[in-house]
């Protein structure tokens, strides 16, 4: 078999270099669509030892990481993939947020994370992508079930490559067709001939499933062979009745007809029932033979060819458009998800984009994993899924901590002492965000401007404890450390205890110290951050609400949303006329455990309803204290929560 090879494929010593293989837990970090009743389910069924139900999972990380973490629960079970990756050099991950109310369009600079996986794809031209796609291939073979098919969506820039490297990871053997698709149509190039279209590499293991298909006949194809009717309206064309083989038990005169030399296609009986159904057009001489009627409302159409010229591409004007350049049509997803897989199937698509696969699996009644690297994708998927009447409900997962730990030993694993490998960690944070480390103090790791910095643990939340401490700190220093500093921190964390904003304005009021608080993004875990570029150190959102009660029934209803300034264009600041304008999604766990927030209640911006409900309403059953807990996801698709303690009696 031919064999393509690049730089790096093989190691000095002449072994394959492979993929990283490193699997890590799955964390819920929500579930989506959730009633009470399902939640109550769940929570019997673990109780009893039983498997819990099905759920679709929206995956958001890095497929380096997710998808060997899909290894030990899904290795040969995933009955179809499709894989839409990127493929164009020119492409990015740039898009435009829309604001709300507001002629000013928000510009949206890829993420440092998004950048970083451009540049692994393409950094080193053609080496760097045929190794990234085959590393994830090679993967996605040990996911795919023994019957299982894989469609690789691809273009003329690296479709070449890419079958090589399918052929390498699925076998030659497997490939079924190499699908067209016509996705523009034809403009004026002077330069060669124009590029109209993608290719579907579609590869299948031995026994996997494949439903016929079928288009509208062509009306030239209709006008040509459906000539007749009864006078009923009904088009027919009329199809010989003469078996293509010789059947001497066919041989038989049917109402003064001959037997044709081959004989007949049916039997007596059969030949019977059509006459008397009216299904057979007899002609006026007895030296012409019966034809079979075959009529044009019970033809299910011409047999899909490997040649799709009838899905058109998502234009700018289509009701199923959400703003992403490489969206593909629902109609492409759905002719191949029926074609390849049957109701209950489970179909996986690790490039989801804006969720098109799964929201057309959710639609046919298959189970679904999607995964994308982009926190905007994820949102867009889920507010996408939403939409769709009566959708099963979902998780959105991550590898949270478990990734940062993974990525800790790995970066740091020279020293081998914990609290010199924990220095290190700081003074890497540090310096992406322009900070000057500060040794030799419990809770204050650096210096930036004329403020201190405390940088966060990967595997712990910052809490209200940790503020005090810090704050104790911060007064300690102030005169010690050689620079010249105010009663200020900027504290950077990977999460953050629930209600910190709030509680720590409480804490610096009484000890006189100014806080922020910052994310660390999770950027600053990919190879050669430091050479990446700015760090967005996003400061928390401050979001306010208010609680109305009235015997067991709770209202709560957002009162203010604020984003820091640093975060948005000034021209787009201006152009704003509410704080609600911020918030494209935001919804509610009405029994939060303290545990993954279950969406049991949400609101969201659509084309077709661009307004928010500001307000939501909740009846109890029973009487008690709840926690409520509220989450919010602005136009950046940054998420912010709050928590309230409600009582009722």
Known sequence: MAELVWEGKYDKDGKRVGPTRVALPFQTVETVNESAQDRLRTLDLFARGKPSEWRNRLIWGDKKFVLPSLLPEFAGKVDLIYID???NVGADFSFTAEVPDCDEPLPKQPSIIEQKAYRDTWGRGVDSYVEWLSNALGILSDLLSPTGSLYLHIDWHI???????????????????????KRTSARADSSTFNHIH???????????????TFTQHDPE?????????????????????????????????????????????????????????????YPDSKDKRPQLKRYLDESPGQPVTSVWTDISPVNSQASERLGYDTQKPEALLERIIKASSNPGDLVLDC?????????????????????????????????????IPGVKPSVVQNLGKYERQAWMSAEFAEPAERAAKENAYRHFILRLFHADPLDGWSWLHGVRGKKFVHVGAVDAPVTIADVHAIAREVWKAAGKVGVSVEAAVEILGWDFAFELNELAAQVAAEARVQVRFRRIPR??????????????FFE?????????????????ELTDFVLPAEDLPDEVRKAVKHWSQWIDYWAVDWNFRNDTFHNEWQTYRTGAKPDLDLAATKEYDQPGSYTVMIKVIDILGNDTTKTVEVEVK
Not at 376 to 383: E, G, Q, S
Not at 523 to 536: I, Q, S
Not at 541 to 549: E, G
């Open 159 to 181: 479709g070449h490559y890419a079958k090589l490297l399918l052929d390498e990871a699925l076998g030659a053997e497997t490939l079924q067709n190499e699908i067209v698709w």
């Open 198 to 212: 993608d290719s579907l590499f579609y590869y299948a293991r031995a026994g996997h499933a494949f439903n016929d």
């Open 351 to 387: 490039f989801c984009g804006s969720g098109t696969t799964a929201a057309v699996s959710e639609k046919l009644g298959r189970r679904w994993i999607a995964c994308d690297l982009g926190r905007f994708a994820i949102h867009t998927t889920r507010k996408r899924l939403l939409s």
């Open 523 to 536: 950027e600053v875990m990919e190879k050669d951050a430091v050479d990446l570029g700015p760090k967005d």
């Open 85 to 87: 990756p990127p493929f």
């Open 540 to 556: 928390l959102r401050a979001l306010s609400t208010k609680v109305k009660k009235q015997k067991r029934q709770v209202t709560v």
């Open 221 to 281: 194809y209709v006008r040509d062979k459906y000539r007749f009717d009864d006078g009923d309206g009904r088009k027919y064309r009329l199809d010989n009745m003469t078996s293509p083989n010789p059947r001497p038990n066919m041989m038989y005169e049917w109402r003064g007809h001959a037997s044709p030399a081959l004989g007949w296609r049916y039997s007596k009986e059969t030949m019977a029932k059509l006459h008397a159904e009216g299904r057979i057009w």
